[in-house]
Protein backbone atom coordinates (compact mmCIF):
# COMPACT_ATOMS: atom_id res chain seq x y z
CA UNK A 1 0.00 0.00 0.00
CA UNK A 2 1.09 3.53 -1.07
CA UNK A 3 1.71 6.22 1.27
CA UNK A 4 -0.55 9.05 0.19
CA UNK A 5 1.27 12.26 1.34
CA UNK A 6 -2.21 14.49 0.53
CA UNK A 7 -4.51 11.91 2.19
CA UNK A 8 -6.54 12.15 5.33
CA UNK A 9 -3.90 12.87 8.23
CA UNK A 10 -2.75 9.96 10.09
CA UNK A 11 -4.32 9.21 13.17
CA UNK A 12 -3.58 6.79 16.03
CA UNK A 13 -0.50 4.93 15.26
CA UNK A 14 1.29 4.24 11.64
CA UNK A 15 4.06 2.70 10.72
CA UNK A 16 5.36 3.57 7.39
CA UNK A 17 8.15 0.87 5.65
CA UNK A 18 10.09 2.01 2.77
CA UNK A 19 13.65 1.12 1.79
CA UNK A 20 16.31 3.60 1.93
CA UNK A 21 15.91 6.83 0.40
CA UNK A 22 12.85 6.45 -1.10
CA UNK A 23 11.32 9.49 0.74
CA UNK A 24 10.69 8.23 4.67
CA UNK A 25 11.87 11.75 5.81
CA UNK A 26 10.21 13.74 3.31
CA UNK A 27 7.12 12.24 4.24
CA UNK A 28 7.71 13.06 7.88
CA UNK A 29 8.59 16.74 7.19
CA UNK A 30 5.56 16.88 5.24
CA UNK A 31 3.43 15.83 7.65
CA UNK A 32 4.86 18.08 10.17
CA UNK A 33 3.82 20.97 7.74
CA UNK A 34 0.38 19.43 7.46
CA UNK A 35 -0.03 19.00 10.98
CA UNK A 36 0.97 22.57 11.59
CA UNK A 37 -0.98 24.13 8.41
CA UNK A 38 -4.34 22.62 8.85
CA UNK A 39 -4.52 23.48 12.47
CA UNK A 40 -3.83 20.14 14.19
CA UNK A 41 -1.54 21.45 16.45
CA UNK A 42 0.92 24.06 17.34
CA UNK A 43 4.63 23.57 17.01
CA UNK A 44 5.12 22.99 20.70
CA UNK A 45 2.85 20.21 20.49
CA UNK A 46 4.66 18.44 18.19
CA UNK A 47 7.43 16.13 18.70
CA UNK A 48 10.01 14.91 16.22
CA UNK A 49 12.52 12.24 16.95
CA UNK A 50 15.17 10.08 15.01
CA UNK A 51 18.08 8.18 16.27
CA UNK A 52 21.58 9.74 15.97
CA UNK A 53 22.37 13.33 16.39
CA UNK A 54 23.89 13.66 12.92
CA UNK A 55 20.17 12.61 11.92
CA UNK A 56 18.64 14.77 13.56
CA UNK A 57 20.39 18.09 12.91
CA UNK A 58 19.26 16.65 9.23
CA UNK A 59 15.61 16.13 9.97
CA UNK A 60 15.86 19.56 11.98
CA UNK A 61 16.86 21.42 8.96
CA UNK A 62 14.28 19.53 6.53
CA UNK A 63 11.76 20.30 8.62
CA UNK A 64 12.30 24.04 8.86
CA UNK A 65 13.02 24.44 5.32
CA UNK A 66 9.73 22.59 4.14
CA UNK A 67 7.63 24.68 6.57
CA UNK A 68 9.45 28.71 5.75
CA UNK A 69 8.88 26.97 1.50
CA UNK A 70 5.35 26.37 2.13
CA UNK A 71 4.59 29.53 4.28
CA UNK A 72 6.20 31.37 0.65
CA UNK A 73 4.74 29.08 -1.98
CA UNK A 74 1.37 28.06 -0.58
CA UNK A 75 -2.04 30.37 -2.22
CA UNK A 76 0.42 30.64 -5.60
CA UNK A 77 1.20 28.20 -8.37
CA UNK A 78 3.26 25.45 -7.48
CA UNK A 79 4.20 21.84 -9.03
CA UNK A 80 4.99 20.79 -5.02
CA UNK A 81 2.03 18.12 -4.14
CA UNK A 82 1.72 19.50 -0.76
CA UNK A 83 1.33 23.16 -1.63
CA UNK A 84 -1.24 22.31 -4.24
CA UNK A 85 -2.95 20.92 -1.23
CA UNK A 86 -3.05 23.80 0.72
CA UNK A 87 -3.52 26.03 -1.20
CA UNK A 88 -7.18 24.89 -1.73
CA UNK A 89 -10.21 26.13 0.11
CA UNK A 90 -11.08 29.90 0.33
CA UNK A 91 -8.77 33.07 0.61
CA UNK A 92 -8.87 32.80 4.40
CA UNK A 93 -8.51 28.99 4.45
CA UNK A 94 -5.28 29.26 2.60
CA UNK A 95 -4.20 33.14 4.70
CA UNK A 96 -4.63 30.84 7.97
CA UNK A 97 -2.85 28.29 7.06
CA UNK A 98 0.38 30.57 5.87
CA UNK A 99 -0.55 32.46 9.48
CA UNK A 100 -0.09 29.50 11.07
CA UNK A 101 3.24 28.55 9.21
CA UNK A 102 5.02 31.53 9.25
CA UNK A 103 4.34 32.02 12.92
CA UNK A 104 5.94 28.14 13.20
CA UNK A 105 8.66 29.19 10.93
CA UNK A 106 9.69 31.81 13.47
CA UNK A 107 9.49 30.01 16.53
CA UNK A 108 11.07 26.82 14.94
CA UNK A 109 14.15 26.80 17.01
CA UNK A 110 12.08 26.08 20.25
CA UNK A 111 10.64 22.89 18.31
CA UNK A 112 11.39 19.48 20.34
CA UNK A 113 13.41 17.63 17.86
CA UNK A 114 16.18 15.27 18.98
CA UNK A 115 17.21 11.91 19.37
CA UNK A 116 15.29 9.21 21.70
CA UNK A 117 17.86 9.52 24.19
CA UNK A 118 17.82 12.88 24.50
CA UNK A 119 14.35 12.94 24.46
CA UNK A 120 14.20 10.46 27.31
CA UNK A 121 16.38 12.71 29.32
CA UNK A 122 14.29 15.84 28.84
CA UNK A 123 11.09 13.51 29.58
CA UNK A 124 12.56 12.79 32.92
CA UNK A 125 14.03 16.29 33.64
CA UNK A 126 10.68 17.50 32.91
CA UNK A 127 8.76 15.27 35.62
CA UNK A 128 10.85 16.24 38.22
CA UNK A 129 10.42 13.98 40.77
CA UNK A 130 8.43 12.01 38.40
CA UNK A 131 11.53 10.97 36.99
CA UNK A 132 14.43 8.92 38.50
CA UNK A 133 17.01 11.84 38.66
CA UNK A 134 19.96 11.05 40.42
CA UNK A 135 22.04 13.92 41.45
CA UNK A 136 26.02 13.37 40.19
CA UNK A 137 25.31 10.93 38.15
CA UNK A 138 27.47 11.76 34.69
CA UNK A 139 26.20 10.47 31.29
CA UNK A 140 28.33 8.53 28.91
CA UNK A 141 28.18 8.08 25.06
CA UNK A 142 29.03 4.32 25.77
CA UNK A 143 30.45 1.58 28.43
CA UNK A 144 32.02 -0.62 26.01
CA UNK A 145 35.46 0.06 27.78
CA UNK A 146 33.46 -1.25 31.05
CA UNK A 147 31.73 -3.83 29.39
CA UNK A 148 35.14 -5.53 28.16
CA UNK A 149 36.54 -5.01 31.27
CA UNK A 150 33.61 -7.04 33.02
CA UNK A 151 33.63 -9.87 30.55
CA UNK A 152 37.43 -10.52 30.94
CA UNK A 153 37.55 -10.32 34.54
CA UNK A 154 34.82 -12.43 34.77
CA UNK A 155 35.89 -15.14 31.63
CA UNK A 156 39.64 -15.14 33.83
CA UNK A 157 38.19 -15.31 37.18
CA UNK A 158 36.25 -18.48 35.78
CA UNK A 159 38.83 -20.28 33.40
CA UNK A 160 42.13 -18.80 34.03
CA UNK A 161 42.67 -20.26 37.49
CA UNK A 162 44.60 -23.15 38.40
CA UNK A 163 42.80 -26.50 37.74
CA UNK A 164 40.11 -24.53 35.90
CA UNK A 165 38.06 -26.35 33.25
CA UNK A 166 38.55 -25.77 29.66
CA UNK A 167 36.57 -23.35 28.37
CA UNK A 168 33.91 -23.93 26.06
CA UNK A 169 34.31 -20.42 24.06
CA UNK A 170 36.74 -18.05 23.37
CA UNK A 171 37.60 -14.87 25.06
CA UNK A 172 36.51 -13.37 21.24
CA UNK A 173 33.16 -14.80 21.66
CA UNK A 174 31.95 -14.29 25.34
CA UNK A 175 33.04 -10.66 23.91
CA UNK A 176 30.59 -10.83 21.25
CA UNK A 177 27.85 -12.53 23.03
CA UNK A 178 27.72 -9.97 26.52
CA UNK A 179 27.68 -6.90 23.63
CA UNK A 180 24.77 -8.69 22.26
CA UNK A 181 23.45 -9.29 25.73
CA UNK A 182 23.86 -5.70 27.24
CA UNK A 183 22.87 -3.96 23.86
CA UNK A 184 19.46 -5.18 24.67
CA UNK A 185 19.06 -5.36 28.49
CA UNK A 186 15.28 -5.97 28.17
CA UNK A 187 15.80 -9.31 25.67
CA UNK A 188 15.44 -12.43 27.44
CA UNK A 189 18.83 -14.33 27.51
CA UNK A 190 18.66 -17.81 26.34
CA UNK A 191 18.73 -21.11 26.26
CA UNK A 192 18.51 -20.86 30.21
CA UNK A 193 18.53 -24.24 30.67
CA UNK A 194 21.52 -25.27 28.41
CA UNK A 195 24.29 -27.49 30.12
CA UNK A 196 27.35 -25.48 31.04
CA UNK A 197 29.42 -27.34 29.96
CA UNK A 198 28.93 -26.53 26.53
CA UNK A 199 29.18 -23.45 24.48
CA UNK A 200 25.96 -22.26 24.68
CA UNK A 201 25.51 -23.09 28.09
CA UNK A 202 28.73 -20.99 28.97
CA UNK A 203 27.59 -18.35 26.62
CA UNK A 204 24.40 -17.98 28.73
CA UNK A 205 26.36 -18.20 31.67
CA UNK A 206 28.62 -15.04 31.04
CA UNK A 207 26.19 -13.35 29.61
CA UNK A 208 23.76 -13.15 32.82
CA UNK A 209 26.25 -12.88 35.24
CA UNK A 210 27.92 -9.41 32.86
CA UNK A 211 24.80 -8.08 32.97
CA UNK A 212 25.04 -7.85 36.93
CA UNK A 213 28.13 -6.45 36.70
CA UNK A 214 27.86 -3.89 34.64
CA UNK A 215 25.17 -2.27 36.12
CA UNK A 216 26.98 -2.93 39.62
CA UNK A 217 30.01 -0.92 38.21
CA UNK A 218 28.29 1.68 36.87
CA UNK A 219 26.51 2.56 39.93
CA UNK A 220 29.95 2.31 41.58
CA UNK A 221 31.89 4.60 39.39
CA UNK A 222 28.78 7.00 39.07
CA UNK A 223 28.42 6.68 35.52
CA UNK A 224 24.73 6.12 33.06
CA UNK A 225 24.70 5.60 29.52
CA UNK A 226 22.17 6.26 26.82
CA UNK A 227 20.54 3.32 27.14
CA UNK A 228 19.77 3.74 30.72
CA UNK A 229 17.57 6.76 29.73
CA UNK A 230 15.22 4.29 27.81
CA UNK A 231 15.23 2.07 31.25
CA UNK A 232 14.37 4.65 33.26
CA UNK A 233 12.00 6.03 31.10
CA UNK A 234 9.81 2.90 30.51
CA UNK A 235 9.73 1.85 33.94
CA UNK A 236 8.76 5.51 35.46
CA UNK A 237 5.80 5.49 32.80
CA UNK A 238 5.13 1.99 33.58
CA UNK A 239 5.17 2.64 37.46
CA UNK A 240 2.13 1.49 39.27
CA UNK A 241 1.89 4.47 41.88
CA UNK A 242 3.31 7.34 39.91
CA UNK A 243 3.36 5.77 36.22
CA UNK A 244 -0.26 7.36 35.51
CA UNK A 245 0.56 10.80 36.16
CA UNK A 246 4.01 10.74 34.43
CA UNK A 247 2.20 9.69 31.29
CA UNK A 248 -0.85 12.10 31.48
CA UNK A 249 2.17 15.08 31.66
CA UNK A 250 3.72 13.59 28.78
CA UNK A 251 0.29 13.48 26.90
CA UNK A 252 -0.55 16.98 27.40
CA UNK A 253 2.68 18.07 26.37
CA UNK A 254 2.88 16.62 23.15
CA UNK A 255 -0.44 15.49 20.34
CA UNK A 256 1.44 14.55 17.56
CA UNK A 257 5.30 12.32 17.97
CA UNK A 258 6.71 11.58 14.61
CA UNK A 259 9.55 9.07 14.30
CA UNK A 260 12.19 8.78 11.89
CA UNK A 261 14.37 5.73 11.69
CA UNK A 262 11.89 4.33 14.59
CA UNK A 263 13.74 0.37 13.80
CA UNK A 264 16.71 1.83 15.37
Known amino acids: MSFDLTGPLPTG ?25 EGVVELSELMLATFSRAATQELRERVRERISQTARDIGGPSTDELVRHLST ?39 GMAGDHEPGVRMVES ?21 AETPAVTAKQAQEGVRAA ?35 RKRAV ?5 DDLLILLRDV ?18 TVVLVDEFQD
Request: proline share 3%; glycine share 10%.
Open 13 to 37: TVVIEASAGTGKTYAIAALATRYVA
Open 89 to 127: GTPEQIALRRQRLVRAASEFDGATIATTHSFCQQVLDGL
Open 143 to 163: VDDLRREVVDDLYLRRWAAPG
Open 182 to 216: VGDRSARLEPAGADRTTGPGQRFGIAVAARKELER
Open 222 to 226: GVRDF
Open 237 to 254: LADPSRGLAACRRLQSRF
